[in-house]
């Protein structure tokens, strides 16, 4: 298959720039990529509602675990408004109960509250890279049967993608598609306001992307 949809994970206004150039077909926006994602300030949603391809904005309060108490999902509801009202196409979403199995009850909620917009599944096979998960993503595709879309992600990169298309027939696959390269200025890093290096997602990489998913 050729029409595989590879979406970007970006964090920044440079890395949605990178994202656009080197062809993604659809953006996951966020803040605090180290941390996991949070959900994206105002100002680059603002910038991301002008990109050529859908922006799906990931809602998530807080770094940590998926847990959601009262006061996260309050937070989460406002932030799901937020993101329509900023124009983006849909959202990411998230929650678990404390045993690691998924928070219908909380999902349920944001799900409502997101009425018409898009939403993904992101699955990585319950492990950390997504290329060791392959027997339980094989089985989300095949429970799913059509009526939803299953995205696999989580350490892919264009040297193992094909692999991965391979072996389970995913619609969709996630990426941040990025390379290392100087985090700040030097009196940035020298005040501890920034590290040495920092990860962002590199037009040429995305390119490398959608070769390998091509085959």
């Known amino acids: 298959m050729t029409n595989r949809l590879l979406e970007v994970c970006v964090a920044d206004p440079q890395s949605l720039v990178a994202a656009i150039a080197g062809g993604g077909d659809r953006i996951e926006l ?6 996991g994602g949070l959900t994206p300030s105002a100002g ?9 391809v859908p922006v799906y904005a990931i809602v998530r309060p807080r770094s940590g675990d998926f847990v959601c108490d009262d006061a996260d999902v309050d937070a989460m509801l406002g932030d799901i408004d937020a993101i ?7 959202v990411v979403l998230g929650a678990s109960r404390p045993n690691g199995e998924l928070d219908l009850k909380v999902l349920a909620r ?32 095949s429970t799913a049967r059509g009526r939803i879309k299953i995205m696999a992600g ?12 391979a072996a389970v027939p995913v619609d969709e696959v996630h990426s941040s598609c990025a390379s290392a390269g100087p985090a700040g ?6 005040l ?15 390119r490398a992307f959608k070769a390998a998913m091509a085959g």
């Open 192 to 206: 501890g306001f920034a590290a040495e290096t920092r990860r962002r997602t590199d037009a040429a990489v995305v």
């Open 154 to 165: 989580s350490g892919l990169t264009p040297a193992n993608v094909g692999a991965l298309l």
């Open 30 to 35: 966020c803040s605090g990529l180290e941390l």
């Open 44 to 52: 680059l949603m603002r910038l991301a509602a002008a990109a050529p």
């Open 110 to 141: 944001l799900r409502d509250q997101a009425e018409g917009l898009g939403s993904t599944i992101l699955t990585s096979g319950g492990v950390h890279v997504a290329l060791d998960g392959i027997d339980n993503i094989a089985t989300a595709v």
């Open 185 to 190: 200025s030097a009196p940035a890093v020298r």
């Open 84 to 90: 329509r009202a900023a124009g983006l196409a849909g």
